[in-house]
């Protein structure tokens, strides 16, 4: 009788999630369809040039201050506590503690960002800093674009709260929309404040962008009767859990991001110019897939992870982890293998005239290649942190992060030296690392919650690395043969890909690449039928 009843339990969550990850998949994929449009803008204008070095090195101090005090971390804290102030209908006590979190993290962004206002041309010039073999002017440039873009730091601040709420009360799509305004606004500053301002017009369209981000979730607050309060709290417990959990996770980030934004731009400024650029560039693609998939599906499943593991369901949280990182998987590796086969075109597609060169292309290339590792490791890892902070616990991947920030430091000052990979091997340092950081992660959640299928994630993983390969010979012999422009390479090769891929993957008896379409069909009956 209880299985009976929970069957249906399942299905509603099977469905929800599904919704859930359609909406976030669906508003990311416009995002990136909108950054498909702003890189070759920006692209023809600035290429790999000294300019935009500076603008990617002074963007890592403001990205970061944003992770660790408004974004990633906060959002790892706030979303458990607040979930659970809902399910026990405490619309007051939900309200209070939105606002009293809302006023103190935007009070603790407006002294960092002040302090790093202050003390920019430290951060940018000590020999620790983020441009110490800019030339004098390329320093003062990152100096100047450092402190315009804090200030859509300090809107961020207020921003992605009001998303981590919604997305609390399993609304996603103005949190989906938000991203695609951002992109909007930077679009406007490189088309339109460029040509007159030079580089600082696209960091005050990051700016204005990032109140763009702000302003159209404002609704969203009205809809769920969000109410914003005075006052800091500093005594209320809810907060003070918010804070406990916060902590860890903030630590964590701000090791990963400076072990990825920090070191590439220390060491990249001293490689020549247009490698920081380039990594940025790299970067961007790989970052693509791994929104739509990792990041995607960890933000979908986070909330219903939270809800279960409040109710002590090991069984439905196994299978929503588990589910999750089979899924990610399965997507991962074929958009691994696609970028390494058909890297090269895409970069000529999209951003090869004006400014950006053939040799910004292969400098771009080289960079992509590297950074497929981390595509895949960086999209377990978003399933996996998240599962700790279900159970509410961000201390034990703040403990392995020591370790593997400690690691990618080491392996990006080995690997990126000129007699080894150059810049390439920054990225190469970064995808190892994260890729040891999820493993482990993955081993201490199933010795200390058995919340893991291995068997059926180990059989999915190799099946779909199997069709991957399959998928990238065929492409690879494709181009070999036809010669395509890289237009028709990349349609063309990615079209055969996909089906090759597909179809290996129903071959070899992969379950999710079966059972996704009839989920997503159910779950949109569901939404329907509700």
Do not use: C
Not at 191 to 214: D, K, N, Q
Not at 226 to 238: E, F, Q, T, Y
Not at 375 to 400: G, H, M, W, Y
């Amino acid at each position: 009788m209880e299985n009976q009843q929970q069957a249906p339990v399942n299905s509603q969550r099977t469905a929800s999630v599904t919704r859930s990850t359609l909406i976030v998949m669906g508003g990311m994929a416009v995002a990136l369809v909108a950054g498909l449009i702003r890189q070759p803008i920006i692209a023809s204008r600035f290429g790999t040039s000294a300019a935009l070095d500076a603008y990617g090195a002074a963007n890592g101090i403001p990205e970061l201050l944003v992770m660790m005090l408004s974004g990633g971390a906060l959002a790892f804290a706030f979303i458990p506590i607040y979930s659970e102030k809902i399910k026990q209908a405490e619309n007051a006590d939900a309200n209070r503690l939105f606002s009293q979190v809302v006023n103190n993290v935007f009070l603790l962004t407006a002294a960092a960002s002040l302090v790093v206002v202050l003390l920019a041309p430290l951060f940018v010039r000590s020999w620790w800093g983020i441009g110490p073999n800019f030339d004098p002017e390329t320093q003062r440039l990152t100096v100047q674009l450092m402190r315009i873009l804090l200030i859509s730091t300090l809107i961020f601040s207020v921003s992605s709260l009001i998303t981590g709420t919604l997305q609390t009360h399993q609304h996603f799509l103005l949190p989906a929309i938000a991203p695609v305004l951002y992109t909007g606004g930077i679009i406007f500053g490189a088309v339109v404040l460029s040509p007159a301002m030079g580089v600082h017009g696209l960091a005050w369209g990051a700016v204005i962008g990032a109140l763009m981000h702000l302003l159209v979730q404002v609704p969203g607050l009205l809809i769920y009767r969000v109410r914003w309060s005075p006052g800091l709290g500093w005594k209320n417990p809810a907060l003070q859990k918010v804070g406990i959990l916060m902590l860890p996770r903030a630590i964590d980030l701000l090791m990963a991001r400076a072990s990825i934004d920090w070191i590439n731009s220390n060491l990249g400024s001293g490689m020549g110019t247009g490698r920081i650029a380039a990594l940025r560039y790299g970067y961007q693609l790989m970052n693509m897939p791994w929104t739509l998939i990792g990041t995607a599906i960890g933000i979908a499943v986070f909330p219903t992870l939270a809800q279960i593991a409040a109710g002590e369901d090991t069984k439905s949280q196994r299978r929503a982890l588990s589910g999750s990182l089979r899924a990610v998987l399965v997507l991962a590796l074929p958009a691994a293998a696609g970028l390494l086969v058909l890297g090269r075109p895409i970069i000529q597609l999209l951003f090869e005239r004006g400014e950006f060169t053939a040799q910004s292309t292969e400098l771009v290339f080289y960079a992509l290649q590297f950074y497929v590792v981390a595509l895949i490791s960086q999209s377990v890892l978003e399933v996996v942190v998240r599962a700790f902070a279900a159970q509410k616990d961000t201390l034990t991947p703040l403990i392995v992060s020591f370790f593997t920030t400690t690691l990618n430091v080491i392996l990006a000052i080995w690997l990126s030296s000129p007699k080894r990979l150059s810049h390439g091997g920054l990225a190469l340092a970064n995808g190892i690392a994260v890729g040891i950081e999820a493993t482990i992660g993955l081993i201490i959640i199933h010795l200390r919650w058995n919340l893991l299928d291995g068997r059926q994630i180990g059989l999915d993983t190799l099946r779909a690395l199997a069709a991957s390969v399959l998928m990238g010979i065929t492409v690879i012999l494709y181009l070999w043969l036809v010669s395509p422009d890289p237009f028709v390479a990349v349609v063309g090769g990615g079209m055969i890909g996909l089906a090759v891929y597909f179809g290996a993957a129903l071959l070899l008896g992969i379950d999710d690449i079966r059972t996704i379409p009839a989920t997503v069909i159910a779950g949109v009956f569901s939404k329907r039928t509700d």
